[in-house]
């Protein structure tokens, strides 16, 4: 994977934004060997926990089409809350994940703004750890402080869908986003904007995830601009989608062999050493 020199220096002067999913998770372990869900085992484990005896019929068949939003909200409808936040905290909290690769090569990067919809908080914990002077701050789109956050030298990490500190808050079907946000739509506003203003560099999304893909239906980052978003995917993408994502959404897809994530975290490791040379070199 080679990385574009406008994109290093983007990174390096602070004006990308880096939005993590659920694949910058998927090397973190557990101290059984376990590591966090991706979409579809996230879904079944909630089917899982819905009352005997309730039809699952509709939910398999969504599932396997990978049309993960619509099977989230049958599912939504039929599990109880104090279910859905059992088997949420069962999920990405009882485990104790570990920081993965991607997530120790993003904080050596150093964004000002990172962006997540993961739920999970191990990069949220991982990011205190970090050599910024003014520290960490974490916030959910529910959350009030986000422009003092943002007028200030802390760096800041962004909960676009919520965190299983508060199950009922996550934001996990098409139905939820919207009405959060109508809800808060000053978070949203902001987040627009940043999105309208900055670069954004995608990792851990296939162009199937659902998240990226409410991101881009219901984002201005397709504004004309010279200057590209940039996203890592597998290289399974079909041509034609390939494309017309690019053109419709301003996106350069950097692309790696389809499950060779060692091929990502060691391509990010190379990120971040040129990151960190530019800066010394120009003094950022």
């Known amino acids: 994977m080679e990385w574009p020199n406008a994109l290093i220096e983007e990174l390096a002067a602070r004006r990308c934004i880096i939005f993590i999913g659920a694949g910058a998770s998927a090397g973190c372990l557990s101290a059984d060997g376990r590591r966090p869900p991706d979409w579809k085992r996230f879904l079944e484990e909630l089917k899982g926990g819905m009352p005997s005896g309730t039809g699952t019929g509709t939910i398999d068949d969504l599932l396997s089409k990978e049309k993960y939003l619509d099977a989230a909200e049958i599912i939504l409808c039929k599990i109880t809350a ?40 191990v990069y949220d914990n991982y990011c205190r750890t970090g050599i910024a002077a003014d520290g960490y701050n974490i916030c959910k789109y529910y959350d009030t402080h986000l422009i003092n956050d943002l007028r200030s030298p802390v760096r800041l990490v962004i909960k676009a869908h919520g965190c299983v ?120």
Do not use: C, M, W
């Open 165 to 284: 500190s508060d199950p009922a808050r996550i934001v996990l079907t098409r139905s939820q986003y919207f009405r959060e946000k109508q809800i808060y739509s000053q978070f949203y506003a902001i987040l627009d904007a940043l999105f309208l203003t900055n670069t954004l560099l995608f990792i851990g999304y296939s162009l199937s995830d659902p998240d990226i893909q409410l991101i881009l239906e219901n984002s201005n980052i397709a504004a004309p601009s010279t200057h590209s978003h940039y996203a890592i995917i597998p290289d399974n993408i079909p041509p034609d989608i390939e494309q017309a994502t690019a053109k419709s959404y301003n996106i350069h897809f950097l692309k790696y062999s389809r499950g060779n994530y060692a091929e990502v975290e060691e391509a990010l490791e190379e990120l971040e050493t040129s990151v960190t040379e530019f800066r010394a070199t120009n003094s950022l």
């Open 82 to 121: 104090a279910d859905f936040a059992r088997v949420t905290r069962q999920l990405f909290v009882q485990p104790r994940y570990q920081p993965s690769k991607i997530h120790k090569a993003v904080l050596k990067i150093d964004p000002k703004i990172l962006v997540t919809t993961n739920y999970d908080d």
